[in-house]
């Protein structure tokens, strides 16, 4: 059984900075491909970064150049560095996991196991 793990959340002022971490465990690192998805009060959960086939880093089109995704080599932390954020970015971030066959997908279908989520408001 997978399990994930957020934390780092927390509130931040427009333009600023904050970093979210996902532990991971339970789970042959081969086997499952990580991602970072949020939901917005109302809206639906959508993919912000996840983790391609050989480690390659895909983004959403409204993070690019301002998020960024890693994994420690071990494959057990996922983190989020949240650059320069924007009134659009408040929103419970999830932590997520996929079959490696999913591995690159930004599809909340493709993603079995979820954490619970931690809150990042945005104040301007």
């Known amino acids: 059984q997978v399990q994930l793990a957020e934390s780092g959340g927390g509130s931040v002022q427009s333009g600023g900075s904050l970093r979210l971490s996902c532990v991971a465990s339970?789970?042959?690192?081969?086997?499952?491909?990580l991602g970072w998805f949020r939901q917005g009060p109302g809206d639906e959960r959508e993919g912000v970064a996840v983790?391609?086939?050989?480690?390659?880093?895909v983004y959403a089109d409204s993070v690019k150049g301002r998020f960024t995704i890693s994994q420690d080599p071990a494959k057990s932390t996922l983190s989020l560095q949240m650059n320069s954020l924007k009134p659009e970015d408040p929103a419970l971030y999830y932590c997520?996991?996929?079959?490696?066959?999913?591995?690159?997908?930004?599809?909340?279908?493709?993603?079995?196991?979820w954490g619970q989520g931690t809150p990042v408001p945005v104040s301007s």
């Open positions: 997520a996991a996929a079959p490696s066959f999913a591995s690159g997908r930004m599809a909340r279908y493709d993603y079995t196991f």
């Open positions: 339970g789970y042959a690192h081969s086997a499952y491909s």
């Open positions: 983790v391609g086939r050989g480690g390659t880093p």
